[in-house]
């Protein structure tokens, strides 16, 4: 089993900047893909941002350019900088890890983007 600690979310004005941080557990599978997804009130969960094992990333189009995710193999953890937060970001954020042949998710961690 793999737990997930996410931290680093919380209040921010707009144009703000927030780094999401999530650390998996120690594990005797190798961690593959890592990723953060978001749910906004009233709406599905969507993708924000993901990377490989190596360093290919992938981004939905409304964070890119604002949104940087990365990873510390050694740390077993994945970051996401947000810079120039807007409103619309305003969601839940979910950490999630490819491990063995499971996905395990994070409890969530609540952004909020508001003046």
């Known amino acids: 089993q793999v737990q997930l600690v996410e931290s680093g979310g919380g209040l921010v004005q707009p144009g703000g900047s927030l780094r999401l941080s999530c650390a998996a557990s120690?594990?005797?599978?190798?961690?593959?893909?890592m990723g953060w997804y978001r749910r906004a009130p009233g709406k599905q969960r969507e993708l924000v941002a993901g990377?490989?094992?190596?360093?290919?990333?992938n981004y939905a189009d409304s964070v890119k350019g604002r949104f940087t995710i990365s990873r510390d193999n050694a740390k077993n953890t994945v970051y996401l900088q947000m810079n120039s937060l807007k409103r619309e970001d305003t969601a839940v954020y979910y950490c999630?890890?490819?491990?063995?042949?499971?996905?395990?998710w994070g409890q969530g961690t609540q952004v909020t983007v508001s003046s």
């Open positions: 999630s890890v490819n491990a063995g042949l499971t996905t395990w």
């Open positions: 120690e594990t005797d599978f190798k961690i593959n893909y």
């Open positions: 990377i490989s094992s190596g360093t290919t990333t």
